[in-house]
Structures are given as structure tokens and as C-alpha cells.
């Protein structure tokens, strides 16, 4: 039991901070936008091998969570946890990129369409994998802070390929369950930075709002989600358990309602509005809270594992 | 990052397990485990842990001149987590076992550690904490017990509430006001058969036999009763409640009692309820976030880095407890009446888990304003 990273963690941790660092505010043009899909995040991820951590020999799930972590700190949008983390569980070959993770009805908006180049589709009983052709994507409008997208006709499954049966299901749930409790943990502990500065800055009643317990607190209480997930995560992609996966999911999504209304409320009537930075993380996990059946699904699973059927 | 046990912790692991299996009574879960301040769990503990000694398992992490093992942090928990498995049949030993005993080898003298460690590490003796006074509980410094000088040592007056195994304990680690400043405080080691010491149990929410009264009139206790300088007790008890709060692995317990929650379920035919299913999933995932912090915390106490992480942890595992405790009390309310009667050990212990040791409101202070650096609050 060794609870901290390893020189070469801390090293890829450095590198990666040093991208992201200058990645911190979206362009003056795209403020005010829903998100920011940072192009040149995502190249210079790209370069710099960093989507490739999980098959550098010498790195794993462990290195590909801690770069989807790092990544998601940013208020831009970058496609990672698929290519980086899910997809490479599925198949040995790189496939192109952005991906969307797809589950149930495809008639319905998901994240990342309108950038995506291929579709990784849970499709109950298999998973499988087809090209999008963004001539039939229409983009949609959308609070959550990722590109959204939906397809006008749908695609014909019929030509996609099956990448496996319900193993590849499983494995699917269980790698998309890390990556979005690692996206979780990324966006978490920066939305939790940025309010907390800002409560230091808000002067009200010849005081900072800091200074208030009763936005310590709930902030105390948000310091410390962040602080549990981002283990839970570690373990999870480390273990590469099931178990461990729906934890972490489940963890993420439980508390996400409270983080978003307590990181919000305390930038009062500005955390409405665009020109705060807050949404592009709070829209993430609000878009992520649904993700592989939510935290109730992840409850179900986990008590199918520690408890098996009801007899 | 390395979350495996090793070979050498499995293998202590299987031995502390395998120590408690062999020696508690095969009537322990219907005769003996109540609760740990009840008087069968008491006094079975004064007959478990001189055993625990024996068997080198009280006191490993403490050093070998002390009369441990050399260990490290983890042997403890590991041991912790083995004996919360059996609803902790060490009784009240942790506190001279986790922080008491601590505290002198850093504080005490060496007639004081000749006379204490020897006695906590072969398990012969209990001991209380006499620190909360009716006035003094969160605001520990507001407490009023005073230590007048005399001519061989101190005179003690006051009263101290709330202090576990009272009623039971040989020694008392006592609190008690020596100067005029707020934070003239001084620790003394106090005998319980001292003359002048009057203890009352009285009944509360949590396990019987747990809360009590301690009267001190005119109790003398020499010089060598103190510890430490005289006044400067604040170090020492900082000291010690670093040590006192990350004792208890709470989680495992948790997690165990689910098990038994579940296991009545499933007998009772209402555990295919995919409602009760999800409710008890989803406290895993606190629970297990709970259980990751607190390695981290050991991992920290190794480092020795200063964080806000046992505060993180302490809460981590508060939240997970309490949503336990609401589970008992809609799927298996007759817990409390007559049902089974450990899942009412694990609810009625609970009851203080956010008050004693620290205050569920003061951890988060200590979050927001130690590792947020917000400022002090209103
Ligand atoms: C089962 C049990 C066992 C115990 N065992 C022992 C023992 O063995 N020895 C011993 O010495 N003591 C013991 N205690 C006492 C325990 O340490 C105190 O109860 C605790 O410190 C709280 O003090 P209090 O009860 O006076 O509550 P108070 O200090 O009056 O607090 C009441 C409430 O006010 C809140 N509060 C206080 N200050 C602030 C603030 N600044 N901001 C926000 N909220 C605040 C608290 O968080 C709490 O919620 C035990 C208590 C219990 C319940």
C-alpha cells in the first residue's frame, strides 16, 4: 500500500500540468460559450503521446486515468477518457478519434457528436463500433458544457462492427464507469478551486463570503468529495476490478447534485450566467451523472457482487 | 500509487484473525459483544487484551523498548479493522494502546513511562480520558476542573462528563486548569482509586454503561502526577488527539454490519427490492471512500506530511455511517427493539460518531480554514 504517485507518476503529472496550465481559460471569443472544445489541447495531447499512456510500456490504467484527471481540470473540453482509457480496453488498435460513448436510444443527444469521428455503441448484448459521418449530425444546443450532438437519420447498425459480446459489455460499463468518475475528480477539484477563490475575493457586509461557516462548510463538504473520488478513481483504474469501477462511479454521481448546487449558489446570480467559468465544469458532471445507468445502477451492480441474487 | 496489501501484511492480517477466532469465546456474538461499554465486553476485554499482549498483537507498532514490535502504522489498522470485524473486543484499550501511551513517550518522564508502557503494552489496564466538563466539550479550554499546588503536588477539584469506561478504568488522563490564563491547562495521570474520586454512569442513546460523571473533591496527586510542564498541557493534548482521531476504522464496521443487515433481509424475503438493493450499493461507495482515506491518512502518518486529510477522512466516514443508520431504520427498524442485536451495537454507537473526539462542525472548520486557507469564520 503506497498511497502516492511514483517518481514517474509525479513526472507525467508535471508534463501534463504544464499543457494544461495554458489551457485554463477558454479564448476571449468563446467565454460566453456553452463550452470550449480546445483543439489545441487536444493536439498537443495528441504530440505529446499523452492518449497513448495506457500502451506505453511501463504505464497503465493507473497513467491514462491520471491524464483524463489532469485534462479535465481545464474549463475547455478535450475527448480523452474514450480514447485514452475505454477504447484500449476494448481493442489493441488506436481508432479514430474523437469518440463518442453510446448507450441505449441513439436517438437521443450525445456528448461529443458534432467532433466525433467514431461511435463505441453499447448495444445491450455487444458493443459496436462504427464510423460518424457528420453530414447526418445535427448539433444541438445544449447547458451541458460538451459538444452534443444527434443523429438526424439513425445509423445503420447492421454495417457496424461487433468488437464482442456481453464480456465487451461489461468491460465497456466498467472502463466508461472509471473514466467518467476520473473526469469527475479532474472538474471537481477545479470548480472547487475556482469557488473557493472567488468566496476569498466577494466582499459582502464588510466581509469576504469565506468568511461565513456556512460556505465553509458546504465548500469543506465539497473539498472533501473531490478528495475521496480522486482515490476511488486511482484504486479503480490500478485494480482494474468491476467492483472497484462501480464504486467510484457511484460515489461520483451520488454527490453530484450537491456539488453543483453548493458551488453555485455561492457565486449568487453569476454563477448563472456564461461569463463564469463555473458551468464549464458543473456541466460536465451534470452530464456525466446519467452515464452507464448512474449511480443507482452502479448501487445495483455492486450489490449483485458483494450480495448476488435476492434468495 | 500501490493499493495491495503485502505478502507480510496479508500474512499479519491472517494471524491477528486467525488469534481472535481461536481465542473468543464461542458464545461471544449472544454473551459478550454488546457494545464496548457494557460490562460483558468490559470485562472479557481485561481478559482478551492481556492475551493480545501475550501474543505480541497489543501493541505492535510501538517501539520494541516500549515493549512493541517495531511496526508500523499499517500493522495497527490492520489489526484495527480484524478486531472491528468482531465488534472490538479490546474494549476501551485503544486509548491507552492508540494515544495515552503515545503521548508519554514523547511528554512523560521516565519514571512515568517505566510505570504506564509497560503496563498498556501487557494489556493489564484501562484507562479513561478525562478531558469534557459541561461548560468545555468543542471549547475544551473553557474547562473549570482546577490543580491547586500543594506542598507534595496538586489538589484536584471539579467534575468532568461524558467519560467513557469511567466506571471500569484504573487510571484517568485528567485535564485540569493550573494557571489563570485560558490555556492554562496541565495533564495529570490520576489513579481511579484515588480518595475523592466519585464516578455516576448514567443512561444515554449510545450503549449502556458507557457515559459517566467523574466527581474529583480534594484529590491529591504528587508531583510525578503531571505530565509534561505545568500550564503547557495544550501541546500534550493536541499531541494527543492527533493520535485519537484517526483511530477507528469505521468503515469496516460499516461494511460488516451491512453484511449482517443484508444477510436479515434476504432471510425475511425483502432483499430482492431493487429500492433496499440500491440503497445499501450505494452506501458501499462512501464506505470504500471512507476506507481509502484512511490508508491515506496511515500512508501520511509514515511521510509524515500535515494534512487536513484525517479531517477529510473522519467526515468521509461519518457520511457513510450515517446513511447506514438510516438504512437500519427503514429496512430493519426492529434493530432497536429487540431485533438483531448488532446492527443496534453499530446504530447506537453511532449516535456520538460526529460529536465525540472532535465535533462533525469542527472537522469542517479545520477543512475549510487548515487546507482551503479560508479565513477564520463568523
Ligand atoms: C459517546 C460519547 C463519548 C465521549 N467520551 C468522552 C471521553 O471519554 N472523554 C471526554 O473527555 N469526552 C468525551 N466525550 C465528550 C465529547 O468530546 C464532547 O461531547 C464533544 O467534544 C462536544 O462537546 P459538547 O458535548 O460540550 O458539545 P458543544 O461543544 O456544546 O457543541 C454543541 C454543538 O455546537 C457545535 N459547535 C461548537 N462550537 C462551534 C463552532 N465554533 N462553530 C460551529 N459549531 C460549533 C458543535 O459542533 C456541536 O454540534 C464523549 C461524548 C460522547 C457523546
Known sequence: MHLDFTEDQKALLASLEAIVEDHLAPPTEDRRGRYHYSQSLDAKLVS???????????????????????????????????????????????????????????????????????????????????????????????????????????????????????????????????????????????????????????????????????????????????????????????????????????????????????????????????????????????????????????????????????? | MEFAWSNEQDAYRRRVSSFIERTLPKDWWTNYAHGIGTDAQLFYSKIFCPALAEEGLLVPQWPKEYGGADGNPWQQFILAEEMWSWNEPRGGQYMGVNWIGPALMRYGTQAQKDEHLTRIASGNVTWSQGFSEPQAGTDLAALKTRAERTNSGFKINGMKIWTSYARRADWIFLLARTGPERKSISCFLVPMTSPGIKVVPFPGLVEEGHLNEVYFDDVEVPESALVGEESKGWDVIRHALNYERVGLPRYHWARRTLDTAVAQLKKEGRFSDPIVRAAAGRIVAKCEAARLLTYLVVHQRITGEDTVDPNVQRLTAAEACLDLMSFLMEYTPDCLAGGDPMLENFYRSQIAATIAAGTYELQLDLIAQRGLGLPRGH
Open chain 1, 48 to 311: 505529446n503521446g499523452f492518449l497513448d499512456a495506457i500502451r506505453t510500456p511501463g504505464m497503465g490504467a493507473v497513467e491514462a486515468a491520471m491524464v483524463i484527471e489532469e485534462v479535465s481540470r481545464s474549463p475547455s473540453v478535450v475527448e480523452v477518457s474514450a480514447s485514452a482509457l475505454v477504447a484500449p480496453h476494448l481493442l489493441d488498435e488506436a481508432l479514430p478519434r474523437p469518440i463518442v460513448l453510446a448507450s441505449g436510444d441513439l436517438s437521443k443527444a450525445q456528448r461529443f457528436l458534432p467532433v466525433a469521428k467514431t461511435v463505441i455503441y453499447n448495444a445491450g448484448d455487444k458493443v459496436l463500433v462504427f464510423a460518424v459521418d457528420q453530414a447526418n449530425v445535427e448539433t444541438i444546443d445544449s447547458i451541458y458544457a460538451y459538444p452534443m450532438g444527434r443523429f438526424k437519420t439513425l445509423p445503420n447498425l447492421a454495417s457496424a462492427r461487433v468488437i464482442g459480446g456481453p464480456d465487451a459489455v461489461a468491460k465497456l460499463h466498467q472502463w466508461w464507469r472509471v473514466a467518467l468518475a476520473a473526469e469527475c475528480a479532474g472538474a471537481m477539484k477545479s470548480a472547487v478551486d475556482f469557488v473557493v477563490d472567488y468566496t476569498k475575493q466577494r466582499k459582502l457586509f464588510n466581509t469576504t463570503i469565506a468568511s461565513f461557516q456556512a460556505v465553509q462548510h458546504r465548500l469543506a463538504h465539497a473539498h472533501r468529495i473531490a478528495r475521496g473520488l480522486h482515490f476511488l478513481v486511482m484504486k479503480a483504474a490500478w485494480s482494474g476490478d468491476a467492483f472497484d469501477a462501480n464504486q467510484a462511479a457511484s460515489f461520483a454521481q451520488q454527490h453530484i447534485q450537491q456539488l453543483v448546487f453548493d458551488l453555485h449558489q455561492f457565486n449568487g446570480g453569476m454563477g448563472v450566467t456564461n461569463e463564469n467559468l463555473l458551468h464549464f465544469w458543473t456541466y460536465r458532471f451534470r452530464a456525466l451523472q446519467p452515464e452507464v445507468g448512474g449511480a443507482n445502477a452502479a448501487a445495483l451492480e455492486t450489490a449483485d457482487l458483494l450480495w448476488g441474487s435476492a434468495a
